[in-house]
């Protein structure tokens, strides 16, 4: 056991330790259960909220729908977008942190850590501010451009520096950069007075998704994440150290260009929707490499549907536990997120 | 005959740094006359000299006395602090990339400040004297937990540990702050958004005198403690060879940089990166040494701080650009500089 959490989380220059084990098994049932799992949280979650509906009218306003009656209106136009959208952007934060933790071999690797989701932040802030009135789906583009920008700072300025690109100079350039583009979206948001819309956005506004947003997110969403099944091969082997992966035939260049693509389309477009939530990509991948083992081909599936769970359990707790004053998902995950990843840097041996 | 050659380099260099430090002033003082002609209304030199002579019209003398100066004075002292605050921790923690901004410390004294505002009508003078002892309480807490966090049995505090704890820390506690801001009303949420942005704004001469104690106490204090601090630099084995009390030392510094940091934060909000720019230009200019490099460092973020509001004042007029951000715009891309320069 602790052989396999060395070979999953450390994976920094010790490749004498690792072991290439998988469970195909607890894959296996991670998968099923999970789903399992899911379905019955998005059950709850549809049926819970300052108006208790039971499920027996979910099951009819999903499938007899009446628009004359209030509950169905309800679950339609507020609660299943919302539930839904939890699931899509669960999977696609989870998915992108366990293509980059893969790829760069970094253990603190997340997109909300490394600039990726500010900068996508940063550009709908622009485009609040100065063009108020763009559709949804070049809201979405923009958000990639922003996220791309960022993800090239954070790891130019890391890779520039003396020394190679270390996990912990990735975590303080992500911070740095965060610290500058939210100084800036601030700055925009005070001067053109969308204070308050932008902030609610950024706590992670997953109760105001629309049905049209997941209908755009949802191809972009799709395709990326059956790329990242597709790729889930060669990171496992990108995952081993970029010289066992280059000796084992692999173009390394052309896999690192595809998994940056489908992470910065997974981490973009969820930021468009929900805004700059964190830690999601920091904590699903470790934990389903804890438990599925060091295979990417079984690690991507199973973080999806796991991220998906948080996500939908996190959202249900923020707005259950306190029901008056919804807590942002945002915050929630970070009361998560927080001490895991305080628990993820004590753990590190290695220095800067 | 290398004994004078070492003794005439240390006055060579000891000599430019008394020059770097004039002429720093000079510059804070330069920046000073722009900073009182800056804004809506405007004051010209010759105005400001009459006015300061108590010849002015009554119109000129309420905008010198009860906005621009205080704010300025603010300025000069908020950059002070955090300056030395953060020459404090790069000192005591030996780590190049330690600021109270990075490490958590101010994000700690904000949600405080922020718990206070949002418990208390923020019309009532009571909290004025109050916002630094409480940010204190705050910023004291945040150390401590995390010390404790980054704290490992046999190892002691790894820099880079402490750093990523702070990050962590930093989220955490903003997090909280997002949560207590949406349930603002929005007349103060206004308000607090400006504050955690990095505004001076206690505006007041009640709040410069909320936060001169404690740099008039602490300040003097840190740069008293300069020969200490260079002991401390060569390493904890060295520094108890020499003599020193390590551990007792290294909590009084860090007591009163949290302090320092604390009660800036307190009357500017979240004006982040001046602990860190302000010690490392400190360095370039005039050397390691504590004793020259720490008042360097204070000049050096006043001069910062107070520029930063200036021009914050000055682009979009009428309007303005909370200082902090004007600060973050310039001290973000010096952080990344500083971190791709840095070695292992």
């Known amino acids: 056991m602790s052989q396999q959490t060395a070979a999953g989380t450390g994976p920094l220059g010790r490749q004498n330790e690792v072991k290439l084990r998988s469970r195909p098994w607890a894959a296996t049932l991670i998968l099923v259960g999970g789903l399992i799992a899911l379905a019955l949280g998005i059950a709850v979650s549809v049926s819970f909220g300052a108006a208790d509906i039971k499920l027996p009218v979910v099951w009819s306003a999903v499938f007899h729908f009446n628009p004359d009656i209030t509950d169905h209106q309800i679950i339609r136009e507020l609660r299943l977008p919302r539930v839904l959208g939890g699931v899509m952007i669960g999977a696609s934060f989870a998915v992108a942190g366990a293509i980059m933790q893969g790829m760069t071999r970094n253990p603190l690797a997340d997109s909300g850590l490394m600039g990726i989701n500010s900068g996508a932040g940063f550009a709908l802030a622009l485009c609040f501010a100065f063009m108020p009135n763009l559709p949804f789906m070049s809201l979405i583009l923009y958000s990639f451009a922003g996220a791309g920008a960022g993800a090239a700072i954070v790891y130019g300025v890391g890779s520039l520096a003396k020394g190679g690109l270390t996990p912990a100079r990735l975590v303080l350039a992500g911070a740095a950069l965060s610290a500058l583009l939210s100084a800036l979206s601030e700055g925009v948001a005070l001067y053109y007075k969308i204070g308050q819309d932008l902030a609610f956005w950024y706590a992670g506004g997953i109760a105001g998704t629309k049905w049209f947003q997941l209908k755009i997110m949802f191809p972009w969403v799709f395709a990326a994440i059956l790329g990242a099944i597709v790729l889930s091969r060669s990171i496992t082997m990108l995952s081993l150290g970029d010289e066992v992966a280059r000796g084992l035939g692999q173009r390394t260049g052309l896999v690192k260009l595809a998994g940056a693509l489908i992470v910065l389309i997974l981490a973009g477009s969820s930021v468009s929707v929900v805004g700059a939530v964190g830690f999601i990509g920091l904590i699903i991948p470790h934990l389903t490499r804890y438990l599925v083992g060091v295979d990417y081909r079984w690690i991507i599936p199973c973080s999806a549907v796991l991220g998906s769970l948080l996500v939908v359990l996190a959202d249900l707790a923020a707005r259950t536990v306190i029901p008056q004053h919804e807590t942002p998902l945002g915050a929630v995950l970070a009361l998560i997120g927080v001490p895991f990843f305080l628990y993820l840097a004590r753990k590190e041996r290695r220095e800067l | ?344």
């Open chain 2, 1 to 344: 005959m290398r004994r004078t050659t070492a003794i005439s380099f240390d006055e060579v260099r000891r000599r430019r740094g008394f020059q770097v430090l004039a002429i720093l002033s000079l510059l804070i003082a330069a920046a000073l006359i722009i900073s009182v002609n800056t804004g809506y209304i405007r004051l010209t030199p010759l105005e400001l000299l009459h006015t300061l002579l108590g010849r002015g019209t009554d119109k000129q003398e309420l905008i010198l006395f009860d906005f621009r100066l205080p704010r300025i004075v603010i300025s000069i002292l908020v950059g002070a602090g955090l300056a030395v605050s953060g020459a404090v921790m790069q000192g005591v923690f030996r780590n190049d990339l330690a600021d109270p901004g990075i490490l958590g410390i101010n994000a700690g004294a904000g949600l405080m400040v922020m718990l206070l505002i949002s418990f208390y009508p923020a019309t009532t003078s009571a909290p004025v004297f109050m916002l630094p002892l409480v940010a204190f309480v705050g910023a004291a807490c945040t150390a401590a937990m995390i010390y404790a966090l980054a704290y490992k049995w046999h190892q002691g505090i790894s820099p880079i540990r402490l750093l990523l704890t702070g990050v962590a820390v930093a989220a955490g506690m903003s997090a909280a702050m997002i949560v207590l801001t949406l349930r603002l009303d929005p007349d103060k949420y206004q308000f607090v958004a400006t504050w955690l942005a990095g505004s001076i704004w206690g505006t007041r001469w009640k709040f410069v005198l909320s936060l001169l104690p404690w740099i008039l106490i602490l300040l003097p204090y840190v740069i008293y403690k300069a020969r200490v601090m260079n002991v401390l630099n060569l390493g904890d084995q060295t520094a108890t060879g020499l003599g020193a009390a390590v551990i007792k030392e290294q909590f009084r510094l860090l007591g009163a940089a949290v302090g320092l940091a604390a009660a800036s934060v307190a009357v500017s909000g979240g004006i982040g990166f001046v602990g860190l720019i302000g010690p490392h230009l400190a360095r370039r200019l005039v050397g390691p040494k504590h004793q020259l490099m720490l008042p360097a460092s204070a000049l050096l973020g006043s001069l910062l701080v107070l520029t930063a509001d200036t021009i914050g004042r000055r682009i979009l007029q009428p309007s303005e650009i909370p200082t902090g951000i004007v600060v973050a715009v310039i001290g973000a891309p010096y952080f990344l500089y500083l971190l791709a320069r840095t070695r292992s």
